[in-house]
Nanobody, 119 residues
């Protein structure tokens, strides 16, 4: 059973920074992708960022472009999300997700880590 384990969430003041980490228990996604999504109370899940391992390309949701950076470890089993210039509207549970090669959707999810940005 593949597990994705997130860490690094917490409470930070607006304008501050946090770094999230996600570790996969296997190399299931090394030909696919790993990414981050978030969900705030009462809102739909929102795409944040992803890294496509085969091409090392990255993409971001519009609301975080220029503030968040996704990166990965050399083994392609760890992803990081560096979050700068945090805003109260970034408050959410952040989920790590994995997508296997050839699959259209992310099909493995972590338990989530809470990020709270105070104003």
């Amino acid at each position: 059973q593949v597990q994705l384990v997130e860490s690094g969430g917490g409470l930070v003041q607006a304008g501050g920074s946090l770094r999230l980490s996600c570790v996969s228990s296997s190399r299931t996604f090394t030909s696919g992708a790993m990414g981050w999504f978030r969900q705030a109370p009462g809102k739909e899940r929102e795409f944040v960022a992803a890294i496509i391992w085969r091409t090392s390309s990255t993409n971001y949701g519009d609301s975080v472009k220029g503030r968040f950076t996704i990166s990965g470890g050399n083994a392609k089993t760890t992803v990081y999300l560096q979050m700068n210039s945090l805003k109260p509207e970034d408050t959410a549970v952040y989920y790590c997700a994995g997508r296997r090669f050839g699959r259209p959707e992310y099909d493995y999810w972590g338990q989530g880590t809470q990020v709270t940005v105070s104003s």
